[in-house]
């Protein structure tokens, strides 16, 4: 079955660092991939999405992610963190070749940061 | 432009009592639409999915259901809530397989 591991469950990071989030996948066919952020009681907004092509994708509000198939990995990261992506990110993995997407979301990782 | 609408934005509602969601889309035609519910501490969990009216599919058993009455209308139903419902409840829609899902901005359902 298709899984979506987030193994970390809080980050603090300080503004100005730089931050990844981790996120690995078990799937049985080639995937396709997002990440997803939610700030507080809000719906999610997608930052990225990978299907083929570069392994590296690039995001809004700064954002990119690197698909490592040899890892079953899709690694979230950005160079300098800001107070405002304070959020909780969630990594998710869909299969590439249906009519409709049936995403398999990870747990979640909530981002905090400090001054 | 496309737009997603959820409402009630919170509800709280009795053990027992009955429950209706709804959530509509606009600026699209026959989008495939779904229900999440996303308890405190976990991830998003899909509850119902259509790709059509009247086509339903559910994921999970439980006491909910969907139905799609119109094109771009997505209820969720429930005839008696549990304890267990308590959630924050997500629609979304895309269309085709290879877009992103858009997600509106949720319903607080918290059952007493």
Known sequence: AQSVTQPDIHITVSEGASLELRCNYSYGATPYL???????GQGLQLLLKYFSGDTLVQG????EAEFKRSQSSFNLRKPSVHWSDAAEYFCA?????????KL???TGTRLLVSP | SQTIHQWPATLVQPVGSPLSLECTVEGTSNPNLYWY??????????????????QISSEVPQNLSASRPQDRQFILSSKKLL???SGF????WS??????????????LTVT
């Not at chain 1, 997002?34 to 507080?40: A, D, E, R």
């Not at chain 2, 269309?95 to 607080?108: A, C, H, I, L």
């Open chain 2, 89 to 92: 409840y997500l629609c979304a």
């Open chain 2, 37 to 54: 519910r996303q308890a405190a501490g976990r991830g998003l969990q899909l509850l119902f999915y259509s790709v059509g009216i009247g």
């Open chain 1, 104 to 106: 398999v979301f990870g």
């Open chain 1, 93 to 101: 993995v869909g299969p590439l070749n249906t009519g409709f997407q």
């Open chain 1, 34 to 40: 997002f990440w997803y952020v939610q700030s507080p």
């Open chain 2, 83 to 85: 304890l267990s419902d």
């Open chain 1, 60 to 63: 809004i509000k700064g954002f």
């Open chain 2, 95 to 108: 269309v085709g397989g290879r877009d992103e899902q858009y997600f509106g901005p949720g319903t607080r």
